[in-house]
């Protein structure tokens, strides 16, 4: 065994390897964008995503007949009427561009916000355990036995005026649950690993431990968890706008379907009215979770071999 | 340099932790510079715990662990950054010790960012260089791969290769080699015990008498939590005092000697030739009647299992007194450097 | 008699391609013979204990024939296997002891196991309870959960019932590798106490602790890369092996009473080569001190004394060269 003589060692090899120093983490970045563009599942499932958000964005340029125009009622989809109009003669393809946006951004914000406080309370309670943990699993445990929906209507009772916005988040608020118990018991499991150990003998503090070393080990787990809390929302806000505590005057999937389901679409045959918004809603989540299962691959260095 | 003085750890169990399990009781030693010091002990004897404790990764319930005259269990941020920059640790399971999603070399990136952030990229690159070749790796074998493509072995030595780029002074090595191929095991072994000519203080965690023989000055037996027996290792392996020390000696498994062998003048007797030493096997049978090889060494054999399970058992005895006995028993030294724990059973 | 292997070659199905990881073995197992198979992981030791009682759906025959008391066992035939399992061909697998489902009583899963194989629990019980009783258990083992017994003892109750039809093969599989050095002392001695009362006939003890195959086997088999190095007697493969990986790999083995400042050892550098495509000639090549350049061809497995058998060309004098091995 030869003992390093660490300053001339150091000196001799400053210069050569400087090249390869800087090299590497450029060459590391463009790798994992190799492996996510060769991946055909994550490719899918993004794109499908991505046609939905960008005909939420640029929708509204296309529409030809404003929400409130009544025209002839259970209109069969044609040239003026794309998708055609429902019982009382509204256009389906306004109200759906209009509902997209607005499902999209309560989900956007629902998903984002569930999963940000459950993946803050989850990682807190695994990594910390003890009292902390026990207090948290109360105040979940207390959570889980309210239920989600009833809590939200007495919410929505004292607030006055709903916007999309506090609609998404009063949603996060309930549904936190179930991904915070999910990433507790991941995290759990995590901390128990020697490379925990460490990197806490590497200096590092908790923060930086589960930023940097428990949460890239879930990462493909963290994101399914926003993609079920994302569709979940989106289902919820549907449930939601039906009571008719959604915001006023405005439009969503939910709504859609909710006033097909009221006014007799399907006995009357106006697939028109529920096909597209159930449609939009399955083939989002559906995106989602396939990209999600790609990202797995590109994430999982095992994975990417086979 | 490193002292840990009535160390005990007690786990609390239970719902609401009304329960309480000792792990390690009143354990006092000390890691000195330049010394190899193995910390001998069987599942459940609490050595582990006893490494994570000295690491700080899991906290003391009651006495000191001091470091250079400073206790370590009220060391945070910043002091206890720098507890780290000298004493580090290496772990059983080489595979879990890695972050799965990253390339093993990362763990250097990590030392760079908390110990060397000004430190530039190219010295710093050689540096990693020069500690991985002085663990007798060749850089471009294992930087820039993944965990599942280095061997368990490759893996331990970059682990030490990191530990060596900090300023470390004590080194706890739990269960290094225990996952590793036997080819390349004593390699390993090797390279801990040369760290000691550095000046390091190495702390040897193991389960195998031969590995801790092999390479440390001191030794300690650790039982269910107690250090029954400790001293330099030649006076603890030629002459062991306590009965646990002693039954795990003869039942150590050794190439070259069989776990009869003690016996084997009361089989010659017998009119049994030992020509492999100790237990006749199938073909040493043939220079008796087969039958009668093969009784004399059932007879034989019962003679040494029964005195297995009597030692077995007054060590059994001996715990008995430590757990239902508050206070541990003192170690008394039996001869210069040579300590055992007291207790009824022990005499 | 005993169990005669001749010339297997077992491949294993991989997402990458097929590997061979048992490369025409040839060995035989006396009765009352307890034989030892050692070597590093991924050598093949596992794939080929495995082979004689329970393919794997990945595992494939490609050759040889094994036979067990003088009669052909078909061990690619999973249907008439069933018939040899446990009665005939018994193993004690890897982590068996963990396996033990711990919300069953032992006395109700070792019923449960008698009852699928055919046989009555009850007639079975008077043996099982003597047999408990003569590795140092007590018989209400029997009411107990697996979670009250501790490493020992487990394996010890999965010994018995593995063994508790008196097979004519059993083969253990690392029985003694999680297990602390007191225990595998009582391990130890139970295989060679099984032995001697005739409760099994041959006996392969698959392991990576050599010192462990010193105490228990007769014969040492030495596999490397999923090739037989070395076979002979314990106290041969121990004292004078030949083989240049054997040689190597016991002397790079700690003993009590070797002392690194005074004695110090060596490992064998590099590692096994991967089997996926494994290189031409012996395997050890490129590990071998002693490699000359009629290593470049496969070394026959001869044997070079009674008894003990080798495959290198350094002890193969008058072997011609033979052609390499056929792709898998």
């Known amino acids: 065994m030869t003992v390093l003589g660490t300053d001339e060692a150091t000196a001799d090899r400053g210069a050569p390897v400087a090249g390869a120093g800087a090299g590497a983490p450029k060459r590391r970045r463009f790798e994992f964008l190799y492996f996510a563009l060769r991946n055909k599942k994550l490719i899918i499932g993004l794109s499908v995503v991505l046609l939905f958000v960008l005909f939420a964005i640029f929708g509204p340029l296309f529409v030809q007949h404003p929400l409130t125009a009544y025209g002839p009622p259970r209109h069969t989809p044609s040239g003026t009427y794309y998708f055609g109009t429902d019982y009382f003669g509204l256009d389906v393809f306004t109200q759906f561009v209009y509902g997209l946006r607005e499902s999209l951004f309560v989900g956007l914000i629902g998903g984002c916000g569930a999963t940000v406080i459950g993946m803050t309370l989850g990682f807190i309670s695994g990594y910390k355990g003890g009292l902390i943990d026990e207090g948290l699993n109360v105040l979940c445990n207390v959570e889980l036995t309210i239920p989600g929906l009833v809590l939200l209507i007495l919410i929505a009772g004292f607030l006055h005026h709903t916007s999309p916005l506090i609609e998404g988040l009063l949603i996060a608020c309930t549904t936190w649950t179930w991904s915070m118990r999910a990433i507790r018991a991941q995290t759990f499991s995590l901390v128990s690993r020697d490379f925990v150990g460490l990197a806490r003998l590497s200096g590092e503090k908790s923060r930086s431990i589960i930023v940097r070393e428990i949460a890239p080990n879930m990462s493909s787990y963290l994101f399914l968890v926003f993609i079920l809390l994302f569709g979940g929302s989106i289902l919820v806000a549907a449930s939601f706008d039906f009571l008719g505590l959604g915001p006023a005057g405005g439009m969503s999937l939910g709504i859609m379907m909710m006033n097909a389901a009221d006014w007799s679409a399907l006995p009357l045959h106006t697939w028109w009215w529920f096909v597209p918004p159930g449609a939009a809603i399955t083939c989002v989540v559906g995106g989602l979770y396939l990209a999600n299962v790609g990202l797995d691959e590109v994430f999982n260095p095992k994975l990417r071999e086979l | 340099m490193l002292t840990l003085d009535n160390v005990t750890k007690v786990y609390k169990t239970g719902t609401f932790g009304g329960e309480s399990l000792p792990a390690v009781r009143g354990a006092s030693f000390e890691i000195r510079p330049g010394e190899v010091t193995s910390l001998i002990g069987e599942s459940g004897s609490g050595k582990s715990t006893l490494g994570k404790m000295i690491l700080r990764l899991t906290p003391v319930t009651s006495g000191t662990i001091s470091f250079e005259g400073t206790d370590v269990a009220g060391l945070k941020g910043k002091r206890l950054r720098e507890y780290y920059r000298h004493v580090q640790g290496v772990f059983q399971d080489p595979f879990s010790s890695y972050n799965p999603v990253f390339r093993a070399d990362r763990v250097f990136a990590t030392i760079k960012r908390s110990y060397f952030p000004s430190v530039s990229n190219s010295e710093w690159h050689g540096r990693v260089e020069a500690s991985l070749e002085s663990v007798g790796l060749n850089p471009v074998d294992v930087l820039d791969k993944f965990t599942h493509q280095l061997s368990g072995g490759q893996l331990q030595r970059i682990l030490i290769a990191r530990a060596l780029l900090l300023e470390i002074k004590i080194l706890v090595a739990d269960e290094i080699i225990s996952m590793i191929d036997a080819s390349t095991r004593v390699d390993v072994l090797n390279l801990l015990a040369n760290l000691k000519s550095r000046g390091l203080g190495v702390l040897f965690i193991t389960h195998d008498l031969s590995l801790g023989n092999y390479i440390s000055e001191r030794t300690i037996i650790l039982r269910r939590g107690v250090v029954v027996e400790m001293g330099a290792t030649q006076k603890v392996f030629d002459n062991p005092q306590h009965d646990y020390t002693k039954m795990l000696l003869t039942a150590v498994p050794q190439l070259h000697k069989k776990w009869g062998a003690g016996l084997a003048p009361e089989l010659e007797a017998m009119g049994v030739t030992s020509e492999g030493e100790g237990r006749p096997g199938r073909y040493s049978r043939s220079s008796m009647h087969p039958l009668a090889a093969m009784h004399a060494w059932k007879g034989h054999r019962a003679q040494v299992v029964a005195a297995a399970l009597e030692t077995a058992a007054s060590a059994d005895r001996t715990d008995t007194y430590l757990r239902t006995h508050e206070e541990v028993p003192p170690l008394v030294e039996v001869e210069e450097d040579h300590f055992v724990v007291t207790s009824a059973g022990a005499e | ?328």
């Not at chain 3, 997402?15 to 050598?43: H, K, N, P, Q, Y």
């Not at chain 3, 297990?179 to 003890?205: H, I, P, W, Y």
């Not at chain 3, 590099?270 to 070394?299: H, I, M, T, V, Y």
């Open chain 3, 1 to 328: 008699m005993g169990l005669k292997v001749d010339q297997l070659r077992i491949c294993y199905r991989t997402l990458r391609g097929d590997v061979t990881a048992v490369d025409d073995v040839t060995f035989d197992i006396a009765d009352g013979e307890i034989m030892g198979l050692a070597g590093e992981s991924g050598c093949g030791k596992s794939t080929l204990g495995n082979s004689l009682i329970r393919m794997d759906v990945r595992m494939r025959q490609l050759g040889g024939r094994v036979e067990l008391d003088g009669a052909e066992l078909p061990i690619s035939d999973a249907r008439a296997m069933r018939d040899y399992r446990f009665k005939v061909v018994s193993i004690i697998p890897q982590y068996a002891m963990s396996a033990l489902n711990p919300t069953r009583r032992v006395g109700k899963m070792v019923s449960e196991l008698l009852r699928s194989r055919g046989f009555d629990y009850k007639s079975a019980l008077p043996e099982f309870e003597r047999r408990v009783k003569l590795v140092g258990l007590d018989a209400d083992i029997l009411k107990r959960y697996p979670i009250e017994l501790s490493g020992g003892m487990k394996q010890r109750v999965v010994m018995i019932v593995s063994t508790l039809l008196n097979p004519s093969l059993l083969i253990a599989d690392e029985i003694t590798s999680a297990l602390d050095v007191s225990t595998q002392r009582a391990v130890g001695e139970m295989l060679l106490e099984f032995r001697d009362r005739n409760f099994v006939k041959t006996t392969m003890v698959i392991t990576h602790d050599l010192s462990i195959l010193a105490q228990v086997a007769d014969t040492i088999l030495i596999m490397y890369a999923g090739k037989l190095a070395e076979k002979a007697r314990t106290d041969v493969v121990i004292g004078s092996p030949l083989h240049p990986y054997t040689q190597l790999l016991i002397s790079s083995l700690p003993e009590v009473g070797v002392r690194h400042d005074e004695h110090t050892l060596v490992g064998i550098p590099g590692r096994p080569p991967p089997l996926l495509n494994p290189p031409s000639g012996c395997r050890f090549r490129d590990r071998c001190p002693f490699a000359f350049d009629r290593c470049a061809a496969d070394p026959p497995f001869v044997e070079v004394q009674p008894g003990h058998s080798v495959a290198c060309w350094l002890h193969a004098d008058g072997v011609s060269p033979a052609g390499g091995a056929e792709q898998c």
